[in-house]
């Protein structure tokens, strides 16, 4: 079905014409599928897509420690910006657990990044509350804090105490959490375009010599920030990586090249390994040896 009025009125529309369906039912309609395809196909590897915030991790949750499967979202966008952190740290030469961490944007794909990068602190030799001391979301609502009514289970862990800022209720949109908080990394997965201004990131590159700032919401017309604007406001400083490709970009005499950090390039690799290797269950240890592994090919 679909939520759409405009397709269920289009008569050219071929789906069901209905709105989407949530719930036990939802979830009896996956569980015949996992398994039918699962017995029919005994070495399948299931990769989920597109599942949305309200339904993805649950799925992921329910069959991950007894099929190989993995979800986009919640996984590979983690992976990806992971490898291009990583990639990141060896051009500053510095290491991850001594960044704050901030994703605006805390859908699947916002929350699956900062577990991923989360796992990668506590496996740098962190406690978990030591790295969770370095994590901060923002959303529609602004800063998430933990005694909001409306957050995800995958948000909460993330979530501040209010007794942290002195100003706890103006933290209420990017701009103020980023004056607050002083993150060295920003992740965007809000689909909300052109929200990385300059302001913002000018805030950044006053505290920061080489900031990461990674607009990674696509298409073009949803992305946080051009990879152009985000060169031209930190004077060719800031480390880039894009959820968009980009041509080579001229900048005061050098030439840019901006990495894509799109879940494309990780997810057909890691369904041949696990394929290839025969694994009965996509494990955390595998997901993160293919982040580094593409982390060492960022020059």
Known sequence: GSNRESLL?????????????????YYDFVN?????????????????????R?????????????YPVFNDDCQGTGIITLA????????????????????????????????????????????????????????????LFDDMDDLTPEQKP????????????????????????????????????????????????????????FPLSNPTKLAEATAQDLLEWTDGKALIATGIPYDPIEFKGITYEIGQANNALIYPGLGLGVLASEAKILTDKMISAAAHSLGGIVD
């Open 54 to 66: 309200s339904n993805a991790a649950t799925i992921l949750k329910k069959y991950q420690k007894t």
């Open 158 to 213: 993330f979530a501040r105490k209010r007794s942290e800022f002195s100003n706890a209720d103006e933290l209420t949109n990017l701009t103020a959490a980023v004056k607050a908080v002083h993150p060295t990394i920003l992740v965007g997965t809000s689909t909300v375009p052109g929200t990385f201004t300059k302001e913002i990131v000018q805030e950044m590159a006053s505290y920061k010599e080489r900031p990461m700032i």
């Open 84 to 143: 291009g952190i990583l990639g990141a740290m060896k051009i500053n030469r510095e290491k991850l657990t001594n960044h704050t961490y901030m994703c605006f944007g805390a859908g699947t794909a916002g929350a699956g990044i900062a577990d991923r990068i989360f796992r990668e602190m506590v496996a740098q030799g962190l406690s978990e509350k030591e790295a969770r001391n370095h994590f901060y979301m923002v959303d529609k609502q602004g800063l």
């Open 32 to 52: 015949r599928f996992v398994e039918t395809a699962e017995n029919l196909f005994p070495d399948l590897y299931l990769h989920f897509e597109d599942f949305g």
């Open 9 to 25: 009125k289009d008569p050219f529309y071929l789906g069901n014409r209905h709105k989407r369906i949530y719930g036990d039912h």
